[in-house]
């Protein structure tokens, strides 16, 4: 079985530091690690994924994730929070043989002025 | 720009009343995702799709939810008869098909059943 644990409800930081938003996961088989950003009232939008190659993954926003395969973890990163981050932020993975994402709980990314 | 469209955004209903969800995927994208976000739960998989069958509905409480697929540009969810437990936000996601596809959600509805 798969699982993903994001062990922070909340993070805050301020607005031009950099932040990071905790994920480890659990899979039998090599694991597909995604991030997704949910603002109020909306859908989950696609921040970057982890398929294979190099550990550190970049995408939209200016957001990053670093794969540590021996922690298990997939922790996104950015060097200079916004304001405008301020969003719920979700880990997401795929197992072999699996189409479906398994998420963690979420973590509400609060970034102050 | 391509997106998932749901119908409707808000449905406020009665409890025993049955409701009907509608996402239309992208277009050319073979796999239909239905998840469920509750506070409690957080998101769960409900169902999914590809090429318009099922694989995967061990998520949804038989009883009571059914989802299909009648055609590429139309999945739905229905649920009958409603219970207030079944408040929540449902989102439909849609992809190309491979394991290190990305998933593309909708807007959502949100569900209110009284």
């Known amino acids: 079985a798969q699982s993903v644990a994001q062990p922070e409800d909340q993070v805050n930081v301020a607005e031009g530091n950099p932040l990071t938003v905790k994920c480890t996961y659990s899979v039998s088989g090599n694991p597909y690690l995604f991030w997704y950003v949910q603002y109020p009232n909306r859908g989950l939008q696609f921040l970057l994924k982890y398929i294979t190659g190099d550990n550190l993954v970049k995408g939209s926003y200016g957001f990053e994730a670093e794969f540590n395969k021996s922690q298990t973890s997939f922790h996104l990163k950015k060097p200079s929070a916004l304001v405008s981050d301020s969003a719920l932020y979700f880990c997401?993975?795929?197992?072999?043989?699996?189409?479906?994402?398994?998420f963690g709980s979420g973590t509400r990314l609060q970034v102050q002025p | 720009d391509a997106r998932v469209t749901q119908t409707p955004r808000d449905k406020v209903t009665e409890m025993g009343q049955e409701v009907t969800m509608r996402c239309q995927p992208i277009l050319g994208h073979n796999t239909v995702f239905w998840y469920r976000q509750t506070m409690m739960q957080g998101l769960e998989l409900l169902a999914y799709f590809r090429n318009r069958a099922p694989l995967d509905d061990s998520g949804m409480p038989k009883d009571r939810f059914s989802a299909e697929m009648p055609d590429a540009t139309l999945a739905t969810l229905k649920i009958q008869p409603s219970e207030p437990r079944d408040s929540a936000v449902y989102f439909c996601?849609?992809?190309?098909?491979?394991?290190?596809?990305?998933?593309?959600f909708g807007p959502g509805t949100r569900l209110t059943v009284l």
């Open positions: 996601a849609s992809g190309l098909g491979s394991r290190e596809d990305t998933q593309y």
């Open positions: 997401a993975v795929k197992d072999t043989g699996r189409r479906a994402l398994t």
